[in-house]
């Protein structure tokens, strides 16, 4: 049997199973044709107002509307400018000279560049030689209150937002009855660096503010973390955060105004962390994230 006599013969089988008499060619109506998506709108909402309320009330794209499946080019277009900042902040570096125009001691972690501080995070966590010894020369020592300042993961959100949270938690920490030792600048600064700063200057706490890890559009945000009775090592467990400090977020004025009322709660319980929850730790209400 040949290739062209088994087809005819299927067809003849099918033909016969769905009740077919004759082939006829099976037409289907067609839909006009139209270059690239369909854009689908969203259905008119109930209340307008409301929709925009809500929209006004974050920066989170909500209630876009799309094209089929996909964004809409508007939208896709923000996610990549918005990219591009996270990329921008991970990349910023502090320029020479900028932390002494703070009043800021300058110190550097023993990471040799940017590079190193990515891969190598526990290069970022201790100080290099020459730092240790001007922290030691230069440093207040015995403070309450520790301030460190570090660029972190955004050395933009630093710029942008440090001097202003500085300012603030100085004021507040003072009037909250806290000897302040004067603030230091770690350059390539992981959270762990405060811990040798504070076993290096015999401080009772120490605060240190670095940039945080940059989201889709958040590369100015900034994060506080405290510590008290500082030590090399010493468990995440023992520390509190108060994070995205930044306009958008929680305001550098209101941060240090939370952060001095938190350092006064740390001092009373005799440590900071799970100390502050009794041991619960589902319990955290001093660690904030607005």
Same mark, same amino acid.
């Given at each position: 049997?040949?290739?062209?006599?088994?087809?005819?013969?299927? !067809?003849?089988?099918?033909r016969?199973?769905?009740?077919v008499?004759?082939?006829?060619?099976?037409?289907? %109506?067609?839909?006009p044709?139209?270059?690239?998506? *369909?854009?689908?709108?969203?259905?008119? $909402?109930?209340?307008?107002?409301?929709?925009?309320?809500l929209r006004? &009330?974050?920066?989170?794209?909500?209630?876009?509307g799309?094209?089929g499946?996909?964004?809409?080019?508007?939208?896709?277009l923000?996610?990549?400018?918005?990219?591009?900042?996270?990329?921008?902040?991970?990349?910023?570096?502090?320029?020479d000279?900028?932390p002494?125009?703070?009043?800021?001691?300058?110190?550097?972690?023993?990471?040799k560049?940017?590079? %190193?501080?990515?891969?190598h995070?526990?290069?970022?966590?201790?100080?290099?030689? !020459?730092?240790? !010894?001007?922290c030691?020369?230069?440093?207040?020592?015995?403070?309450?209150?520790?301030?460190i300042?570090?660029?972190?993961?955004?050395? *933009?959100?630093?710029?942008t937002?440090? $001097? !202003?949270?500085?300012?603030?938690?100085?004021?507040?920490?003072a009037?909250a009855?806290f000897?302040?030792?004067?603030?230091?600048?770690?350059?390539?600064?992981?959270?762990?660096?405060?811990? %040798?700063?504070?076993?290096?200057?015999?401080?009772?706490s120490?605060?240190?503010?670095?940039?945080?890890?940059?989201?889709?559009?958040?590369?100015? &945000?900034?994060?506080?973390?405290?510590?008290?009775g $500082?030590?090399?090592?010493?468990?995440?467990?023992?520390?509190?955060?108060?994070?995205?400090?930044?306009?958008?977020?929680?305001?550098?004025?209101?941060a240090?105004?939370?952060?001095a009322?938190?350092?006064k709660?740390?001092?009373?319980?005799?440590g900071?962390?799970?100390?502050?929850?009794?041991?619960?730790?589902?319990?955290? $209400? *001093?660690?904030?994230n607005?």
């Open positions: 049997m040949t290739e062209d006599e088994l087809r005819r013969l299927v !067809a003849d089988v099918v016969e199973v769905v009740g008499k004759e082939d006829r060619p099976v037409v289907r %109506e067609q839909e044709l139209r270059r690239g998506p *369909h854009h689908r709108p969203l259905p008119s $909402p109930r209340n307008p107002e409301a929709i925009e309320q006004a &009330s974050t920066p989170s794209r909500i209630v876009t799309r094209t499946t996909r964004y809409l080019t508007k939208s896709y923000g996610l990549r400018a918005d990219h591009a900042i996270a990329l921008d902040a991970v990349e910023s570096e502090i320029a000279g900028w002494e125009q703070q009043g800021w001691v300058p110190l550097r972690t023993r990471a560049d940017h590079a %190193e501080f990515f891969l995070p526990d290069q970022g966590r201790r100080l290099d030689d !020459a730092s240790k !010894a001007r030691e020369k230069d440093a207040d020592r015995g403070v309450d209150v520790q301030l300042a570090g660029d972190g993961l955004s050395a *933009h959100a630093l710029i937002n440090g $001097p !202003a949270l500085v300012k603030a938690l100085q004021q507040h920490l009037g009855g000897r302040v030792g004067k603030p230091l600048f770690v350059k390539y600064a992981r959270i762990g660096v405060q811990d %040798e700063i504070g076993v290096l200057t015999q401080a009772k120490t605060v240190i503010i670095v940039g945080e890890r940059p989201g889709l559009g958040t590369g100015d &945000s900034l994060s506080i973390y405290t510590a008290y $500082p030590k090399l090592g010493q468990d995440n467990s023992e520390k509190d955060c108060i994070s995205n400090v930044r306009d958008l977020g929680f305001a550098p004025e209101r240090a105004a939370r952060c009322a938190l350092m709660d740390t001092f009373k319980a005799g900071g962390g799970v100390k502050l929850t009794g041991g619960d730790p589902a319990f955290r $209400p *001093h660690v904030v607005h």
